[in-house]
């Protein structure tokens, strides 16, 4: 069966150095802040958290359709239930369209821009054939037509406007950094008791926090007063260009690692929720 472009490229485990690159950008909308920061378990399980966005992200690209259905509406059904007001007395609701449709949107920016970094190019044409089948993807999780632009060039417009505009340097931004360098809070998989999986989980945790700041870029470091050297930035470029170098050493499942991630976490992902 010939895959989608999105199911070629959206789960090469190389642009998995840009997953924190999207999560700062998302927890940078006030709105998306205020809904973590109230009622996300982002500091007492960070990697529940990470791989349950995983699974959905999975299940979305590769599910067979009632999978995706289920999935898309138990996602919607858990969101109706984050709302609040924030700390300068704004209501707030994670289903606030521009805010939902932000989340979805900062996942394509960070698959699209780990592969730049950390993976293989998407050519010009592909990055909008891309982007025409994350709309669609989009559509099934409920992000209305019009929340989004239709073409890549569109959306370049939009993240810049959403950078100047509306993104702001948030307290949960720093305790998302702050915590994912110092990850040691639950588990990725149930038969890894969290103890065991703190000797990995550390490591990894600073490795990822480093990856999403030398991904951001020196704007976003700037916006969100995160420093950085010369010699980070010599380290980070290092990485990087190991990991575009590897891949015509890689096994297929390490390619598109979403079919695999889904038959290891199965039972999991029959209960949700996702995020």
């Given at each position: 069966?010939?895959?989608?472009?999105?199911?070629?490229?959206?789960?090469?485990?190389?642009?998995?150095?840009?997953?924190?690159?999207?999560?700062?950008?998302?927890?940078?909308?006030?709105?998306?802040?205020?809904?973590?920061?109230?009622?996300?378990?982002?500091?007492?399980?960070?990697?529940?958290?990470?791989?349950?966005?995983?699974?959905?992200?999975?299940?979305?690209?590769?599910?067979?359709?009632?999978?995706?259905?289920?999935?898309?509406?138990?996602?919607?059904?858990?969101?109706?239930?984050?709302?609040?007001?924030?700390?300068?007395?704004?209501?707030?609701?994670?289903?606030?369209?521009?805010?939902?449709?932000?989340?979805?949107?900062?996942?394509?920016?960070?698959?699209?821009?780990?592969?730049?970094?950390?993976?293989?190019?998407?050519?010009?044409?592909e990055k909008q054939?891309?982007?025409?089948?994350?709309?669609?993807?989009?559509?099934?999780?409920?992000?209305r037509e019009g929340?989004?632009?239709?073409?890549?060039?569109?959306?370049?417009?939009?993240?810049?406007?959403?950078?100047?505009?509306?993104?702001?340097?948030?307290?949960?931004?720093?305790?998302?950094?702050?915590?994912?360098?110092?990850?040691?809070?639950?588990?990725?998989?149930?038969?890894?008791?969290?103890?065991?999986?703190?000797?990995?989980?550390?490591?990894?945790?600073?490795?990822?926090?480093?990856?999403?700041?030398?991904?951001?870029?020196?704007?976003?470091?700037a916006k969100f007063?995160?420093?950085?050297?010369?010699?980070?930035?010599?380290?980070?470029?290092?990485?990087?260009?190991?990991?575009?170098?590897?891949?015509?050493?890689?096994?297929?499942?390490?390619?598109?690692?979403?079919?695999?991630?889904?038959?290891?976490?199965?039972?999991?992902?029959?209960?949700?929720?996702?995020?």
């Open positions: 069966m010939t895959k989608t472009i999105v199911q070629r490229r959206a789960t090469d485990v190389r642009i998995y150095g840009a997953a924190g690159y999207a999560l700062c950008l998302q927890v940078a909308h006030p709105t998306i802040a205020a809904g973590v920061r109230d009622h996300s378990n982002y500091v007492t399980d960070p990697w529940g958290r990470f791989v349950g966005t995983a699974d959905f992200v999975n299940l979305l690209v590769y599910g067979r359709s009632e999978q995706v259905t289920a999935a898309t509406r138990g996602l919607r059904e858990m969101h109706k239930r984050i709302r609040g007001t924030d700390l300068d007395g704004t209501k707030y609701s994670a289903l606030e369209p521009s805010a939902y449709a932000w989340v979805h949107a900062t996942l394509a920016e960070a698959i699209v821009r780990g592969h730049d970094v950390f993976g293989s190019r998407l050519r010009p044409g054939d891309f982007w025409t089948e994350w709309l669609r993807l989009g559509a099934l999780m409920g992000v929340d989004l632009p239709d073409t890549w060039d569109g959306f370049q417009g939009y993240l810049r406007t959403m950078i100047d505009d509306v993104l702001v340097h948030t307290d949960v931004i720093d305790a998302v950094q702050s915590k994912a360098a110092d990850a040691v809070g639950g588990s990725p998989m149930p038969w890894i008791p969290p103890r065991v999986w703190g000797y990995a989980g550390r490591p990894l945790g600073k490795l990822g926090a480093f990856l999403a700041r030398g991904t951001m870029g020196p704007e976003l470091r007063d995160i420093p950085w050297s010369r010699a980070q930035q010599q380290r980070f470029e290092s990485i990087a260009a190991l990991s575009r170098r590897a891949r015509p050493v890689m096994l297929p499942p390490l390619r598109h690692a979403g079919p695999l991630a889904l038959k290891l976490r199965r039972r999991e992902i029959t209960k949700g929720p996702f995020a």
